[in-house]
């Protein structure tokens, strides 16, 4: 099910999201019309060696802040949760009941333009000072969040006003201003919206923190620094490993993923003696315990099975330890059950891996399997190497008899910005939902998951572009045309497949449901589609 649809100008319908009128907005903001305030419309300006990271974002005087579990990037200061686990609404139709599909349009965006501008320059006024023309400042009060008690206490009847604000609706709003380039309009919503979202509050709130951080990054033009500082930061390597089984445990997408493409492989080698797997996405290699453990039970003794793993660096940092600790334990568990058993390890980046990286011989039966890394690999759009495209074709030329893509259902890659912003705002928002009734909203495992493992590829598609943007997503029938035109043929999946996932789907909320689509497996979450399974050769 496509979310996406092609955005043309303000009056564009997007299907998809919740979007009431924007008189709340509009009645806000006309306030400051009456309020005699005069001032000038700032100018945002990169400030060097100042960015908006994942723990910088500034707290207002006058709020709770909460006290994130995360480690400090470049501030002591907490991100995202001015207001802590309160909540500043509760509209139905962000429920976890609620089913998406609802249409939203723009055209009053654009008739209430001028309005808007003219609305948040008085705004940006009487919240920073007659005095303050520019945001360029690193010093400036609106980045560093030096806001007077007393000038808060004057505009108490402002706060008292953001209840009446939708989230999502202020959130897309300051996401159009930039793509607009209305600097002015975009950093008056950037503070109403730092005082709405909260990192242990609703989904929605949650989300838009992490949403908020990928916009201020986008307007100061510091995604790539963002970025590449956050993976200097990380978390210990046991500290993310347990973040990622907390993922890993309250949602099916990892589940899913190794169950039907260990389902599909089993029965594609089901009469093979030598079999070679060549995993792309190895990571600690948890998925092939199972499989070599079922391959103990064949009936006439299990046959012989190597494994290739392709490595990334978060992996690594992650295991704490390079492919070698992959490649023992999965041979101390094929020893155990007595399972003729091979590692070859391929330490590189699917960019980087060559045919002779693969470590082919003759005899043995190759599967290969693509889980949720192929969207990482530049495309046409972002190199003429194309290397998603060379990697299909270098596959192929394997002459594999199965190959297992797993990916997301979502439409980022070659996306404008803005079409880009509100694919992400659905996608995500059906995920932070799916989380949410699996764990309390102040549990500090789901909130250093979600700011570790989450919320670095939503700032990725927000704030970056070109070949620092690294999270491409695609669709299914986008994926169809890569593998046909590198040569594939889809294969049908056999009915064990949708009775393991529906197994697996037993231990999670009712909401999640299987469909069989275009000859592929996907996994919803409610009516959104979620992630994928196809099997070719």
């Known amino acids: ?6 955005l043309q100008g303000s009056s564009t319908s997007i299907q998809g999201f919740y979007h009431p009128p924007l008189q709340d907005i509009d009645s806000y903001l006309s306030h400051f019309h009456d309020s005699g305030s005069q001032g000038s419309q700032l100018s945002v300006q990169t400030c060097n060696e100042q960015f908006f990271t994942l723990d910088s974002c500034p707290a207002i005087a006058g709020y709770a802040v909460f006290d994130s579990p995360a480690p400090s990037v470049s501030s002591n200061r907490d991100s995202f949760s001015p207001q802590g686990s309160q909540s500043y609404f509760s509209d139905p139709h962000q429920s976890p009941e609620n089913n998406y599909g609802s249409p939203m349009s723009f055209n009053s965006v654009a008739d209430n333009d001028h309005e808007l501008r003219h609305g948040l320059r008085k705004l940006e006024t009487f919240l920073l000072g007659p005095e ?32 009446k604000l939708d989230l999502k609706q202020v959130l897309i709003r300051c996401a159009r201003a930039i793509s607009e380039a209305d600097l002015s ?15 242990s509050g ?3 709130q949650r989300l838009s923190a992490y949403m908020l951080e990928g916009l201020r990054a986008r307007l100061e033009a510091s995604g790539t620094s963002i970025c590449k500082k956050l993976r200097c930061n990380e978390p210990t390597s046991s500290e993310l490993m347990s973040y990622m089984g907390v993922l890993y445990q309250v949602c099916p997408y990892y589940k899913f993923a190794y169950t039907s493409s260990n389902v599909l492989i089993g029965d594609a080698m089901a009469d093979e003696s030598r079999i070679h797997i060549i995993d792309f ?10 499989f070599i453990q079922a391959l103990a039970c064949r009936p006439g003794g299990p046959p012989f099975i190597r494994v290739t793993g392709v490595d990334d660096s978060q992996s690594t940092y992650a295991r ?36 002779g990286n ?61 079409q880009r912003f509100l694919e992400t705002l659905d996608y995500y928002t059906a995920m932070f939902e799916s989380i949410d009734v ?17 919320a670095r590829d939503i700032v990725n598609i927000i704030a970056c572009e070109g070949v620092e943007r690294v999270e491409r997503h695609e669709l299914l029938g986008k994926w169809r045309s890569r593998l046909t035109m590198a040569g594939f043929c889809q294969c049908p999946l056999s009915s064990s497949v949708g009775y393991a996932i529906k197994d697996v789907l037993k231990d999670y909320h009712a909401n999640f449901r299987l469909e069989h689509r275009e000859g592929a497996l996907c996994l919803h979450w409610k009516h959104r589609a979620m992630v994928t399974c196809s099997a070719w050769r």
């Open 1 to 6: 099910m496509q979310t996406s649809q092609n």
């Open 132 to 163: 303050s023309e520019t945001v360029g400042s690193c010093n400036c009060p609106f980045r560093d969040g030096g806001y007077q008690a007393s000038s808060m206490t004057n505009c108490s009847h402002l706060v008292e006003m953001i209840p």
């Open 185 to 199: 309009s975009a950093s008056g919503l950037m503070h109403v919206l730092g005082q709405m979202v909260s990192v």
């Open 202 to 204: 609703e989904p929605i």
């Open 281 to 290: 996405q190895i990571a600690q290699g948890s998925q092939w315990v199972q």
């Open 320 to 355: 704490g330890g390079g492919l070698h600790i992959v490649g023992e334990k999965l041979a101390q568990i094929a020893r155990s059950c007595g399972v003729p058993f091979e590692f070859h390890a391929s330490a590189m980046s699917g960019c980087e891996v060559q045919l």
């Open 358 to 418: 693969l470590g082919v011989r003759p005899g043995e039966a190759i599967a290969v399997n693509f889980p949720y890394m192929l969207h990482h690999m530049p495309d046409e759009s972002v190199t003429t190497v194309n290397h998603r495209d060379r990697l299909l074709r270098l596959v192929k030329s394997l002459s594999p008899k199965i190959v297992t893509l797993l990916e997301q259902e979502s439409k980022t890659n070659t996306a404008p910005f803005f």
């Open 438 to 454: 699996k764990l309390p909203r102040d549990d500090k495992q789901r909130i250093s998951a979600e700011q570790h493992c989450v």
